[in-house]
């Protein structure tokens, strides 16, 4: 059975969730668009992060003392970003319904992170949350100028793409 949309819980901060809900209001649209326009913004930018070297699984995540940097992470605030994302703790879960070909690039996502990370994330509501985590840690201004062209040159998953042929 093929669907549309796939619902998907997530856990994330309170913060984050407020952040959430002000950028879905200020752009007229609910959450869930906000999250896929996000993780539309996001994903290329998690791919031309570093890989780490190949670790093995680590049951703890790999995070050093306030001040500290890992030094395999040193030189890269994007790598930095995304492990800090990944070690604080979520109390909230929000429920978010996303397009079928947006969910099927979760496990792709989550592999990404695996890789860049050394750390294995799990589930794709894993993947979705540490990709909406590492999104929304970005400026809350920019993200709001990035949604706002987004919809205003038109989202390439509502865009009608036109094709003339010749006749």
Same mark, same amino acid.
């Given at each position: 059975?093929?669907?549309?949309? %796939? ?11 407020a952040?959430?809900?002000? /950028? ?10 906000? %999250? ?5 913004d996001?994903?290329?930018?998690l791919h031309?992060?570093?890989? &780490?070297?190949?670790?093995?699984? /680590?049951?703890?995540l790999p ?14 605030p ?7 994302? &990944? ?8 429920? @978010? ?7 099927? /690039?979760?496990? @792709?996502?989550?592999?990404?992170i ?12 894993a !993947? &979705? ?13 920019? &993200?709001?100028?990035?949604? !706002? ?6 989202a390439?998953?509502? !865009? ?8």
């Open positions: 059975m093929d669907c549309e949309e %796939v619902m998907l819980t997530v856990r994330i901060t309170a913060a984050e969730r952040l959430l809900r002000e /950028l879905a209001r200020g752009h007229g649209t609910d959450v869930s668009d906000v %999250v896929v326009d996000g993780l539309l996001v994903i290329p930018g031309v992060l570093p890989v &780490l070297p190949v670790l093995p699984v /680590l049951p703890v995070v050093p003392p306030a001040g500290r940097v890992l030094p395999a992470v040193a030189g890269d994007g790598v930095s970003r995304l492990l800090r994302v &990944l070690a604080r703790p979520a109390p909230c879960a929000v429920t @978010l319904w996303l397009p079928a070909p947006v969910a099927d /690039l979760l496990p @792709l996502v989550g592999e990404r695996a890789a860049v990370s050394g750390l294995r994330i799990g589930p794709a509501s !993947a &979705l949350a540490a990709a909406l985590g590492f999104w929304l840690t970005g400026d809350p201004g920019r &993200l709001a100028a990035g949604l !706002a062209g987004l919809h205003r040159h038109g390439p998953r509502l !865009a009608v793409q036109r094709l003339d042929v010749a006749a």
